[in-house]
């Protein structure tokens, strides 16, 4: 009897659970879908600045002499003294280095040798033909010994003229053992160690001529192509700014560095701080001969419609948009809008290819 009540019971149980279950479920289709939030991609940017001083740009470099010579022998041979070192200061014709000079001076004595036997034979040859010439006068001797005599003279000069120039040769080759300095200034290098058999024309050390200086800039191509000899630049030391001089551009190399992709500008320096030293950095602000633009990251570049373009960010908004641009000459870093962006523009320069017109964005620190 018991067992028969409670099935009723449960049944009820359920029936309750049941319909509380349809209530929720009818009481959410009630309620109004939720608004998705739209995604918002963070991104770096720049705020285009008026490009006042588009004019002028800060190059850092070196200060060096403007003729580095180096010095060596005209011939090989052992080396066997050195008398400077690296930073000795040197003054015209002052010894450098010497080679052993043994076989150099035997040969000068041997020509010396044969130069005092032709010696001997034209003056031999001069008293034949003196006393021939006597003779000739009188009829005493015949014409063919007289021609005879005469020719024996002009050998025996033109053997003298010989041997006094291989004379001349061999005391230039014992001359060429002794390596003096072309000009006075500063030796920056050396080359091989005393005792080693060095070759003509191998470097033995090298002088900075003293005088002009001059201060060595690699520069990118926009540079290089605005950087004329009318251009003028301040020089100054890196350590110490107030040490400064005027410069102007005396060579551009018109090819690029293999390697860096840049071009060396060579700036004379006229009156040189003695502070300034062969090797010391310096700062350089060349004014440009390109008419002012704007500058941005090359990051920043996109592509649109066959051309180039970049985001604008809408400050109210906070939305980008695409805007197409003109731009210049460039860089492995920056290039130059001829046209297409003006002060105040913010620009996107990183995170350019997950955008797309009408992107919310949160603008993180402008990129440096």
């Not at 209530?23 to 309620?31: N, P, V």
């Not at 492995?332 to 913010?346: A, I, N």
Request: charged letters at 20%; proline letters at 5%.
């Amino acid at each position: 009897m018991s067992e028969t009540r409670s099935r009723p019971i449960r049944s009820h149980r359920l029936s309750g659970v049941l319909a509380m279950g349809l209530l929720a479920l009818l009481g959410g289709c009630d309620r109004s879908p939720e608004t998705m939030v739209a995604e918002i991609r963070p991104v770096r940017v720049i705020t285009i600045a008026s490009d006042v001083a588009a004019n002028s740009v800060s190059l850092t470099g070196r200060v060096q002499a403007r003729a580095e010579v180096n010095q060596s022998f005209r011939l090989p041979g052992q080396l066997v003294q050195r008398t400077v070192e690296v930073g000795d200061q040197v003054r015209t014709g002052q010894l450098l280095a010497r080679l052993d000079s043994q076989n150099e001076q035997s040969g000068l004595q041997a020509a010396q040798a044969q130069l005092v036997a032709a010696q001997v034979q034209l003056a031999d040859a001069r008293n034949n033909f003196t006393r021939m010439k006597n003779l000739i006068g009188d009829n005493a001797v015949s014409r063919a010994s007289y021609d005879h005599a005469e020719a024996l003279l002009q050998s025996a000069q033109a053997q003298v003229t010989a041997v006094r120039a291989q004379v001349e040769l061999a005391q230039s080759r014992v001359d060429f053992t002794r390596l003096s300095a072309d000009a006075a200034g500063v030796v920056t290098a050396r080359g091989p160690e005393v005792g080693e058999v060095v070759a003509a024309g191998q470097m033995i050390v090298q002088i900075a001529q003293a005088g002009a200086v001059e201060a060595i800039f690699d520069v990118p191509a926009p540079i290089k192509d605005s950087a004329t000899r009318t251009s003028t630049i301040w020089v100054a030391l890196t350590s110490n700014p107030g040490i400064r001089a005027r410069g102007v551009v005396r060579e551009v190399s018109p090819r690029a560095d293999p390697v860096t992709g840049t071009f060396r500008v060579r700036i004379a320096i006229a009156d040189a701080p003695p502070a300034m030293r062969l090797g010391s950095t310096v700062t350089g602000t060349l004014h440009l001969a390109s008419p002012p633009g704007i500058s941005i990251p090359t990051a920043a570049l996109v592509r649109a419609d066959g051309g180039a373009a970049v985001w604008i960010v809408d400050p109210k908004s906070s939305t980008v948009s695409l805007r197409k641009l003109v731009v210049g000459a460039s860089d492995t870093d920056q290039v130059r809008v001829e046209q297409g962006l003006k002060p105040g523009d913010v620009v996107v320069t990183a995170g350019v290819q997950v955008l797309r017109p009408g992107q919310k964005v949160s603008r993180l620190v402008p990129a440096q």
